[in-house]
């Protein structure tokens, strides 16, 4: 059975510091993708990694995914309370999502 | 440009009642995935629909739950005679299959359900 693990499960900083999140597997995906959840809310898509090593910036957001193509990693950097929410990893193939990182930024 | 239309947002049932939960995906997805999410908790797949087709069902319960996907209108997730372990956020998503094969979602809103 394939699984995503997420580290850490709850977090919380403060404004302006930088942070990283795991998602980790045993089994090789052939793309990932993250989201971020609001209360209330669906998950939004954040972004797609699909090739061994890719990363990817989006804004202050940089997205990692393993040259195994068997983890990905977000880094934050400078976090703001506009960034607190559930960040969530899926794979495809049995599209898999891990239980998601909960992110709380003071301010 | 429409995202995903989740109706109703909030639906309240008695125990043993019928739940009908709507799902239009976005214009030019023919992918409809369907998950539950309980709260404190990630997204647990359900099943995942092509149009007149069931994908995949691996994670829906065998009794009481169902899912189409018409050719005409929306996708359907049908929970019959609910009981309170059923409250809880269902969330669908679509999807193209873009040229990489990776399958990218795009979440509803979801439909909050509630079993008194």
């Known amino acids: 059975t394939q699984l995503l693990e997420q580290s850490p499960q709850f977090l919380s900083i403060q404004e302006g510091e930088n942070l990283t999140v795991y998602c980790n597997s045993s089994?090789?995906?052939?793309?990932l993708q993250w989201y971020r959840q609001e209360p209330g809310e669906g998950p939004v898509l954040l972004v797609t990694?699909?090739?061994?090593?890719e990363v990817k910036k989006l804004k202050r957001l940089t997205f990692q995914f393993g040259d195994a193509r068997k983890d990905s990693s977000l880094h934050i950097t400078a976090a703001q309370p506009g960034d607190t929410g559930l960040y969530l990893c899926?794979?495809?193939?049995?599209?898999?999502f891990g239980k998601g990182t909960r992110l709380h930024i003071l301010p | 440009n429409a995202g995903v239309m989740q109706n109703p947002r909030h639906l309240v049932r008695r125990r043993g009642q019928e739940a009908r939960l709507r799902c239009s995906p976005m214009k030019g997805h023919s992918h409809v995935y369907w998950y539950r999410q309980l709260p404190e908790e990630g997204l647990k797949f359900m099943v995942y629909?092509?149009?007149?087709?069931?994908?995949?069902e691996s994670g829906m319960p065998k009794e009481r739950f169902s899912a189409e996907f018409p050719k005409e209108g929306p996708s359907i997730l049908r929970i019959q005679q609910v009981v309170r372990g059923d409250s809880a956020a269902y969330f669908c998503?679509?999807?193209?299959?873009?040229?990489?094969?990776?399958?990218?979602?795009?979440f509803g809103p979801g439909t909050r359900l509630t079993v008194t």
């Open positions: 998503a679509s999807s193209p299959l873009s040229f990489t094969g990776s399958y990218e979602q795009y």
């Open positions: 990694v699909v090739t061994g090593g």
């Open positions: 629909l092509q149009k007149e087709n069931i994908i995949d």
């Open positions: 089994s090789v995906f052939s793309s």
């Open positions: 899926a794979g495809d193939d049995k599209i898999i």
